[in-house]
Each structure stands twice: as C-alpha cells, then as structure tokens.
C-alpha cells in the first residue's frame, strides 16, 4: 500500500478526488468525481500500491462534494431533541470530545464531507487508555481495521450469538478488574 501522504499527493495532482478515509496505515479510501477517482486509481497502481478499486456508493461520501448535503442534514436535525452526551464521544474528524448536543449536530452533519481519520482515532483512544473496543453489528471489518493499526487492543463484536456473549464476558471483566 501507498502511504496517506503519497495517496494525497496523487489526488492533489489528479483533482476533483481527495482522500476520504485512512482505514488503515496502509487502506485509504479516496472519494471524488468518477472520473477522477478512475485516475486516481490507475496512478496510486503506477506507483505501486497494492490494489485499487471502485466501491459500490451511491456519491462522493466524506468528501467536499458533500459539504451541501451537510448543511441540508443540519437544517433537517436542527429541531430534533437530543441530550448532551453521558459517555465520552470522539470526533473522527477532530479527534475532540463532543462536549454537547449543539455539538454533536455540528459533527453528524460534517461528517458527510469531512475526512475519517480511523487510524488517528484509534490511535487516541488506545493512548487514553480505552482497555476494550466493541464492533456492534453483523461483520467483523472494524475489528480488522482496528488490529492493523493496533494489535494489543481487546476488541469483541456482536457478529454471531457466541461472540455477543463473549463480548458481554469481556465487559463484565473489565468493569470488575476496576
């Protein structure tokens, strides 16, 4: 794989198509105009990364092309009621607390065209000493992602009945070892 910086370089030379996810040191997502992204692709191969294809999405996801979207989200949220958040969240786009509501409409709507910083975050949240992660859902490509970039973090999901209630285990042992 290509290395973030190198991948930049090349959308920045291409245009039109900017990178959108940093999935894994190595696993970048970039997001743009298809013909752009097209290019982009046929030059990160060129210089010598190890795969590139098209991901089946409907637009350009996390990326400046969204920024309209976002807007109209916000306006749409604006009057649902939400609480201030009781447990700690962290922005993948900031890599800051979300300290309230207000706030956290802020960082829903610009997540549409802001950048993921997967890696960065996961990063932190190891740093911080977060002892256990937990994919809820039916796969298991955050727990992939998450030990590329880190295998001495505890991840659990909730792909199969097993795993949910190994992952409940995990909890319960972690909440007693405090």
Same mark, same amino acid.
């Given at each position: 794989?290509?290395?973030?910086?190198?991948?930049?370089?090349?959308?920045?030379?291409?245009?039109?198509?900017?990178?959108?996810?940093?999935?894994?040191?190595?696993?970048?997502?970039?997001?743009?105009?298809?013909?752009?992204?097209?290019?982009?692709?046929?030059?990160?191969?060129?210089?010598?990364? =190890?795969?590139?294809?098209?991901?089946?999405?409907? /637009?350009? &996801?996390?990326?400046?092309?969204?920024?309209?979207?976002?807007?109209?989200?916000?306006?749409?949220?604006?009057?649902?009621?939400?609480?201030?958040?009781?447990?700690?969240?962290?922005? &993948? =786009?900031?890599?800051?607390?979300?300290?309230?509501?207000?706030?956290?409409?802020?960082?829903?709507?610009?997540?549409?065209?802001?950048?993921?910083?997967?890696?960065?975050?996961?990063?932190?949240?190891?740093?911080?000493?977060?002892? =256990?992660?937990?994919?809820?859902?039916?796969?298991?490509?955050?727990?992939?992602?998450?030990?590329?970039?880190?295998?001495?973090?505890?991840?659990?999901? /909730?792909?199969?009945?097993?795993?949910?209630?190994?992952?409940?285990?995990? &909890?319960?042992?972690?909440?007693?070892?405090?």
């Amino acid at each position: 794989g290509l290395s973030p910086e190198k991948v930049n370089s090349i959308c920045q030379q291409v245009g039109d198509v900017q990178v959108a996810i940093l999935n894994t040191p190595r696993q970048i997502i970039v997001s743009g105009i298809g013909s752009s992204v097209r290019r982009a692709m046929e030059l990160s191969l060129k210089e010598g990364a =190890l795969d590139a294809y098209i991901l089946p999405i409907a /637009t350009s &996801y996390h990326s400046r092309f969204m920024k309209q979207s976002g807007i109209r989200f916000l306006r749409e949220i604006k009057d649902i009621n939400l609480r201030d958040p009781r447990i700690p969240l962290i922005s &993948y =786009l900031s890599l800051d607390r979300i300290p309230n509501k207000k706030e956290l409409k802020n960082v829903m709507a610009n997540q549409l065209s802001g950048p993921v910083l997967w890696v960065d975050l996961i990063k932190k949240l190891s740093n911080s000493n977060t002892r =256990l992660f937990l994919e809820v859902g039916s796969g298991e490509v955050i727990s992939r992602a998450v030990r590329w970039i880190d295998r001495n973090i505890e991840i659990a999901n /909730t792909a199969t009945k097993v795993k949910l209630l190994k992952a409940i285990e995990s &909890y319960r042992r972690l909440r007693n070892s405090k």
